[in-house]
């Protein structure tokens, strides 16, 4: 069975902290891997990956995907209060049709 | 605002009753995808629609069903609701049914049956 397994499930760190996220997965036909931010509502889309070893980078957020290893990272530099959010890792397969497998999410709390 | 719109925002209702969730995916979609995510709860994928076929069903009960219609918006009904259905119903998008596109999520909509 698919499976995405993010961790750690919550994480509270103080402003200016860097923060990792792991995202590991065992999936057949594996074809991206997309992280996610929720906060209040509606996911909002931050980084596909579908290669390996090539990070993505947007501003402060950077992600990195290894597909001998199977899993991926998401760093957060100098976080803020307003990274405080859900963070979803999904993996997009084609086992007999495209499906999007979503991760439990790392709840992360940054305090001031 | 991703683009994708999704009606009711709120909703509750009584068990036993039935209930449709509307979604109008973002202009020029044709992927439709349905998860449902409870309280402390990861996305269930429920079911994927493309260009008005059906493409794939997740943990979707026999009391729901979904269809896309011609215009490419997405219709989720709910029927016989019990209070375990309670949960944050979502609408995404994405432009082709490849695995190598973003999918882009509406707002949800919330269900508390009662």
């Known amino acids: 069975e698919d499976k995405v397994v993010q961790s750690p499930l919550s994480l509270v760190v103080h402003e200016g902290d860097t923060v990792t996220l792991n995202c590991s997965y065992e999936v057949t036909n594996f074809r991206s891997l997309l992280w996610y931010k929720q906060e209040k509502k509606a996911p909002t889309f931050l980084f596909m990956l579908t290669s390996s070893g090539i990070e993505k980078k947007s501003g402060r957020l950077s992600s990195i995907l290894d597909k001998k290893e199977l899993f991926s990272i998401l760093n957060i530099t100098a976080t803020q209060t307003g990274d405080s959010a859900v963070y979803l890792c999904a993996v997009a397969t084609t086992s007999g049709t495209y499906k999007y497998i979503f991760g439990t999410g790392t709840r992360l709390k940054v305090l001031a | 605002d991703s683009g994708v719109t999704q009606t009711p925002k709120h909703l509750i209702t009584a068990t036993g009753q039935r209930v449709t969730l509307r979604c109008s995916p973002r202009?020029?979609?044709?992927?439709v995808y349905w998860y449902q995510q409870s309280l402390d709860q990861g996305l269930q994928f429920l079911i994927h629609?493309?260009?008005?076929?059906?493409?794939a069903k997740g943990n979707i009960l026999e009391r729901f069903s979904a269809q896309q219609f011609p215009d490419l918006h997405s219709e989720l009904n709910l029927s016989s609701l019990e209070l375990g259905d309670s949960a944050l119903y979502f609408c995404?998008?994405?432009?082709?049914?490849?695995?190598?596109?973003?999918?882009?999520f509406g707002e949800g909509s919330w269900l508390t049956v009662v």
């Open positions: 629609y493309y260009n008005g076929e059906e493409r």
């Open positions: 995404a998008s994405s432009v082709l049914t490849g695995g190598g596109n973003t999918i882009y």
């Open positions: 202009s020029g979609d044709l992927s």
